[in-house]
Nanobody
Framework: QVQVVESGGGSVQTGGSLRLTCTVS????????LGWFRQRPGKEREFVAA????????DYANAVRGRFTVSRDNANNIGYLQMHTVKDEDTANYSC?????????????????WGQGTQVTVSS
């Protein structure tokens, strides 16, 4: 049974930084492409960032490009979403998703395994 677990959420002030982590058990981590998605209050779930299984490629939503960085450490089976210069509109529940293969992309339906999410609240 594959389990995805996010951590690192919490409260952060506008302009601050936060790092989310994603761990996966039950599957060889380096064989999984990862994606980060978020759901803001009253909104549909949206793509945030994706990273290839070897970490060579990544992609970002326009809303976070230049402020967020997605990365992974396959030796330690952990993925990261580093958030900088956060804005009020970054307040959301952030989920890590995984799919076997080289790349997951931007569509949530292309990911097979999902975590429960971690809440990020940005306040001024």
């Amino acid at each position: 049974q594959v389990q995805v677990v996010e951590s690192g959420g919490g409260s952060v002030q506008t302009g601050g930084s936060l790092r989310l982590t994603c761990t996966v058990s039950g599957y060889t981590f380096s064989e999984l492409a990862l994606g980060w998605f978020r759901q803001r209050p009253g909104k549909e779930r949206e793509f945030v960032a994706a990273i290839a299984r070897r970490g060579a490629s990544s992609d970002y939503a326009n809303a976070v490009r230049g402020r967020f960085t997605v990365s992974r450490d396959n030796a330690n089976n952990i993925g990261y979403l580093q958030m900088h210069t956060v804005k009020d509109e970054d307040t959301a529940n952030y989920s890590c998703a995984a799919v076997p293969g080289p790349w997951g992309g931007k569509r949530s339906e292309d990911y097979r395994y999902w975590g429960q999410g971690t809440q990020v609240t940005v306040s001024s």
